[in-house]
């Protein structure tokens, strides 16, 4: 007994969801792809924004013998996002490279 499946049908007006061909499926992830990197390169482009606001507030910040609570996160969160743009710019170096 052969078991059809209408939704692999090419031209079935009754399967569940519309044919998607390798071709377009491909067209369709190289699209998304290509809309996650400029979202990326956006998202990017803010962090380092942010970044350098934060680290500006503190230079202004006048020195204290001990730092409070939020001082010493806010200080955490700014090498943490250091730290994730420099490993962003490496692994794109690293991406160049071996094309």
Same mark, same amino acid.
């Given at each position: 007994?052969?078991?059809?499946?209408?939704?692999?049908?090419?031209?079935?007006?009754?399967?569940?969801?519309?044919?998607?061909?390798?071709?377009?499926? =491909?067209?369709? *992830?190289? /699209?998304? #792809?290509?809309?996650?990197? @400029?979202?990326?390169?956006?998202? $990017?482009?803010?962090?380092? !924004?942010?970044?350098?606001?934060?680290?500006?507030?503190?230079?202004?910040?006048?020195?204290?013998?001990?730092?409070?609570?939020?001082?010493?996160? =806010?200080?955490? *969160?700014? /090498?943490? #996002?250091?730290?994730?743009? @420099?490993?962003?710019?490496?692994? $794109?170096?690293?991406?160049? !490279?071996?094309?």
């Amino acid at each position: 007994m052969i078991f059809r499946r209408p939704e692999l049908e090419k031209d079935n007006p009754i399967a569940p969801e519309p044919y998607v061909g390798p071709r377009r499926r =491909l067209a369709m *992830a190289r /699209a998304a #792809a290509l809309k996650n990197e @400029a979202d990326a390169g956006k998202m $990017k482009e803010a962090l380092q !924004a942010l970044v350098r606001a934060a680290a500006r507030f503190l230079r202004e910040q006048p020195n204290v013998s001990k730092p409070g609570k939020n001082l010493v996160a =806010l200080r955490d *969160a700014i /090498a943490k #996002a250091d730290e994730v743009l @420099a490993a962003d710019t490496r692994s $794109k170096g690293l991406r160049k !490279a071996r094309r």
